[in-house]
């Protein structure tokens, strides 16, 4: 063992299970990259400002969790603890809003950075695959990346997940809920902390987990009683056209989410076999960020979802991934000539696209063999003097044991057919 640990929160990807990941991500990219999304790639670190701005002041991403930090040339830089405003900030600065085709529809995968009390599920370092869709004001839009991300996780196997709906107004009408919140919690038994939260932020207190508080939120007012008529309308559009795509969802009053920049629809998948850290993707409208952040008014809606909690729900669920085939055959040199011989065959079916494997550092045999077995490969080539002689090569069919004798020169043929 090295003298160093993987840092406190997070935790290395190894193979086999790495190669569970790889799949998650491309099981949650594959249905926006079949309905116009296009890949963005957006920078680790950002301004510190956009995140303060963007996410918001007084939640605990900025106020907490944020690994914020000065540049030896004295920039405020923080690793992004989210993608949603590094993504927008990207468009703006690219005018990708002004090109003429609204919504601009992007989707992105990467590692995202919270300082957060490490527990089985929450990690300072996990990694995401979101959606953003840019620039319009459409219920079908909001119902477009529900139904795929509900598509994702099925394409995945997965099963126990929940969505819960719920819409948080805009800025017509939730100023006014937030003041009859907030006559309501200042009503309630809350600590110092809680209390001032409701001054800040009354919204985010709905979301307090404590029994304590949770217990005195029953009588709560909620967003969905002081909707305005078009909020009302838009919400109502949405849960149809979800329900018409045959995707179940649950209403939920009091969903609110960490983020700040939230409007309208909001959504969470929960999946029940995680525990505590139950969310394994959330997203929704966000009509006021790009203002927030400088840029013109750009209605957008979007989602994340975590890839590390969809592999513990995939976990829980008893769910096992077809993985792709990594390695079809493992070639077996015996004796030096044999080596250049063998490794020479080995390119040859690497560039014809069977993926192959080596024997290296001069083994026997018996511990090749070994090798060849473990590497879950479906044949063994095995090259001795002898063969080389005769032009022939021994291929080996590692889950009937029969053995065969191929020209050298018709292997790489002989390989592909058989693997089709
Ligand atoms: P959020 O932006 O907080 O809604 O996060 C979206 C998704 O990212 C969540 O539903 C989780 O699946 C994942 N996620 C967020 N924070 C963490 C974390 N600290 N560790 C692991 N996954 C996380």
Known sequence: MSTFKAPKGTYDLLPPESAKYLAVREAIAAPLRGSGYGYIETPGFE????????????????TKEMYAFETKGGDRLALRPEGTAS??????????????????????SGSYYRYERPQKGRYRHFSQVGAEAIGAEDPALDAELIILADQAYRSLGLQNFRILLNSLGDKECRPVYREALQNFLRGLDLDEDTLRR????????LDDKRESVQKQLGDAPLLRDYLCDACKAYHEEVRELVTAAGVVFEDDPKLVRGLDYYTRTTFEFVHDGLGSQSAVGGGGRYDGLSEMIGGPALPSVGWALGVDRTVLALEAEGVELELPVTTSVFAVPLGDEARR??????????????????????KG?????KAANRS?????????????????????????????????????AELESRLG
């Not at 409701?198 to 207190?205: S, T």
């Open 198 to 205: 409701a001054e800040i932020n009354p919204l985010r207190v």
């Open 341 to 362: 011989v063998l490794f020479a065959k080995v390119t040859e079916l690497r560039k014809n696209g069977v993926a192959a494997d080596f024997s290296y550092g001069g």
């Open 87 to 108: 993504v927008l900030r990207a468009a703006l600065e690219a005018n990708l809003h002004k090109a003429g085709n609204l919504p601009v529809k992007l989707w992105y």
């Open 365 to 369: 045999l018996k511990a090749a063999m």
């Open 376 to 412: 879950g490969a479906r044949y063994a080539l095995i090259l001795g003097e002898r063969d080389i002689e005769q032009g022939l090569v021994q291929l080996k069919d590692l889950e009937s044991g029969e053995q065969t004798a191929v020209g050298l020169n018709e292997i790489v």
């Open 47 to 62: 301004n510190v400002e956009l995140f303060a701005r963007g996410v918001g002041e007084s939640t605990d991403i900025v």
